[in-house]
């Protein structure tokens, strides 16, 4: 069985910063894309960054040049260091990877969430 734990979250106020993480275990063959989406309450959930297994990455227009993705393939993790924070980036933020269990079986798994508030 496949998990994503996330952990980092937490208050911080307006121009701070946090580091996401977020660590894949179980039955793993190998993990292809692997980013993060955040969902504000009353607001549909959203792709923050996504990064492939290449390296390539993916921002949201509200966040490029404050945050960063990036990811360890040995410790299958993927972590999202967040600067210059806004009121409005206050959401729970979900970690989502794609993972094969087999070479011919790949889906789609979710982290817990995390919550992250920005504010004075």
């Known amino acids: 069985q496949v998990q994503l734990v996330e952990s980092g979250g937490g208050l911080v106020q307006p121009g701070g910063s946090l580091r996401l993480s977020c660590a894949a275990s179980?039955?793993?063959?190998?993990?292809?894309?692997m980013g993060w989406y955040r969902q504000a309450p009353g607001k549909e959930r959203e792709l923050v960054a996504r990064?492939?297994?290449?390296?390539?990455?993916t921002y949201a227009d509200s966040v490029k040049g404050r945050f960063t993705i990036s990811r360890d393939g040995v410790k299958r993790t993927v972590y999202l260091q967040m600067n210059s924070l806004k009121p409005e980036d206050t959401a729970v933020y979900y970690c989502?990877?794609?993972?094969?269990?087999?070479?011919?079986?790949?889906?789609?798994?979710w982290g817990q969430g995390t919550q992250v508030t920005v504010s004075s």
């Open positions: 989502n990877a794609d993972i094969l269990i087999a070479a011919w079986a790949s889906d789609d798994y």
């Open positions: 179980g039955s793993i063959f190998s993990i292809n894309a």
């Open positions: 990064i492939t297994s290449g390296g390539t990455t």
